[in-house]
């Protein structure tokens, strides 16, 4: 790991711990571009960790501290999800497959976070999860049922009511309030496996699956 100190950061608000990873991805060409504006003052922009298409990860922020890397949304009623979590940059140009030296690299990343502050699956989302509409990161290309796997992320295990409202589920998950084909496109980026058109049976149990799994 590389100490990469940002200057974009400050302390967490109202007490707050992290309870949530973000992931996003970078959306630029190389790592050392990304690096560059995660610690330019202009910019005003950070995470706590970056990691490299290489697994080289770079240490930009102590966890204990805010960075700057959620911007506007919420989760699960909460907004300032900057105070609530921990960010992880992943080196992607925002088209190309998630390298597997980068996912092996994330992967003992999250579980040594997830540890270390008792963040459960269901507590590792997705940018464009809390911030729907605005964000798409880390986008369709991002292996979330890799990580599910190893229980880093949430995925349904079992079949839902295809007849609850997807709109009360997605509530429940946590998805802030947006226009219903606006939250329908963020939780297909998430979960409906390269779904397009009108919601769906499918996208109406998978919702509610998740939505039960998270009352366990």
Same mark, same amino acid.
């Given at each position: 790991m590389i100490h990469h100190p940002s200057p974009n950061f400050g302390p967490r608000r109202n007490g707050e711990s992290p309870s949530l990873v973000v992931l996003h991805f970078t959306e630029m060409a190389t790592?050392?571009? %990304?690096?560059? @504006?995660?610690?330019? +003052?202009?910019?005003?922009?950070?995470?706590?960790y970056m990691i490299g298409r290489d697994g080289t990860v770079w240490h930009l922020v102590d966890e204990k501290l805010r960075a700057w890397h959620a911007g506007a949304g919420a989760w699960q009623g909460h907004d300032d999800v900057n105070s609530r979590s921990i960010g992880i940059e992943l080196d992607n140009d925002g088209t190309s497959p998630f390298s597997a030296p980068l996912m092996r690299t994330l992967e003992t990343l999250l579980t040594d976070i997830c540890t270390r502050w008792q963040i459960s699956s269901s507590g590792v989302i997705a940018h464009s999860?809390? %911030?729907?509409? @605005?964000?798409?990161? +880390?986008?369709?290309?991002?292996?979330?049922?890799?990580l599910a796997r190893l229980d880093l992320a949430h995925w349904p295990k079992?079949?839902?009511?295809?007849?609850?409202?997807?709109?009360?589920?997605?509530?429940?998950?946590?998805?802030?309030?947006?226009p219903a084909d606006t939250r329908l496109q963020a939780f297909r980026l998430r979960f409906g496996l390269g779904a397009k058109g009108q919601e769906t049976d499918r996208d109406r149990a998978m919702a509610d699956a998740l939505a039960q799994s998270q009352r366990s």
């Open positions: 790592a050392e571009a %990304a690096l560059e @504006r995660l610690c330019s +003052p202009q910019a005003e922009v950070s995470a706590h999860d809390m %911030a729907p509409g @605005r964000k798409v990161d +880390p986008g369709p290309r991002f292996d979330w049922q890799r079992t079949i839902g009511d295809p007849k609850r409202p997807l709109s009360a589920s997605l509530d429940e998950i946590g998805y802030p309030a947006a």
